[in-house]
């Protein structure tokens, strides 16, 4: 149980254009997701808490018209990075909080995407 | 400032050893820590939670400690196997953080032959 995908796993795009990535709880219903970043030897830092039919709540530091992110479902959140450049090359990572009985403060976190911009 | 921190170098054991990975936290209050396992260009793996107001926590090969007036928590895996090489994270759940983690920066462990 508690399984978290993500879409696509990797994604290479020019500068200047948009990528949508893609947080979907597979077997549970996540009223909380969340988006993190991870650059090459480093930790994970988190860049926003997202909340199914409300806004996201962004880290200090994130561009929000930078990086949209909407919760349309229980299931599913996504990330768009827009005007992506190539300082935005990263490993994103989503997670998702099941919030059902005694789990409901572990993060079961997907496989991550690569995105490279050329 | 708060600071999370882990092994700063890698740990390399051999293996069926114990390994002992490190997380230190200050100014943190933590309302419970968590464990993770990330492998190169994967997405961490979540492996234990401890809460507070709990000392030890085990689960198989793998047991947590957690004591707060050192603000520091142990993690041991047992007879270790070369498939235990990994990136081990440590993740801290601030009372009142919303559920937000904060991470660590990570104990790269490898278990030699």
């Known amino acids: 149980g508690a399984v978290v995908s993500q879409h696509p796993s990797w994604v290479i795009c020019k500068s200047g254009t948009s990528v949508k990535i893609e947080c979907r709880s597979l077997?549970?219903?996540?009223?909380?997701m969340f988006w993190y970043r991870q650059f090459p030897k480093q930790s994970l830092m988190l860049m926003a808490t997202s909340n199914e039919g409300s806004k996201a709540t962004y880290e200090q530091g994130v561009e929000k018209d930078k990086f949209l992110i909407n919760h349309a479902s229980l299931t599913l959140s996504t990330l768009t990075v827009t005007s992506a450049h190539p300082e935005d090359s990263s490993f994103y990572i989503c997670?998702?909080?099941?919030?059902?009985?005694?789990?409901?403060?572990?993060?079961?976190f997907g496989p991550g995407t690569r995105l490279t911009v050329l | 400032s708060q600071k999370i921190e882990q092994n700063s170098e890698a740990l390399n054991i051999q293996e069926g050893k114990t390994a002992t990975l490190t997380c230190n936290y200050t100014n943190y209050s933590p309302a419970y820590l968590q464990w993770y396992r990330q492998d190169p260009g994967r997405g961490p793996v979540f492996l234990l939670l401890i809460r507070e107001n709990e000392k030890e926590k085990r689960k198989e090969r793998l047991k947590v400690t957690f004591d707060t007036t050192l603000k520091q928590s142990l993690f041991h895996i047992t007879a270790s196997q070369p498939a235990d090489s990994a990136t081990y994270l440590c993740a801290l759940g601030i009372t009142g953080g919303g559920n937000k983690l904060t991470f660590g920066t990570g104990t790269q462990l490898k278990v030699e032959l």
């Open positions: 997670s998702a909080r099941d919030p059902s009985g005694d789990r409901t403060d572990t993060q079961y």
């Open positions: 077997d549970f219903q996540a009223t909380t």
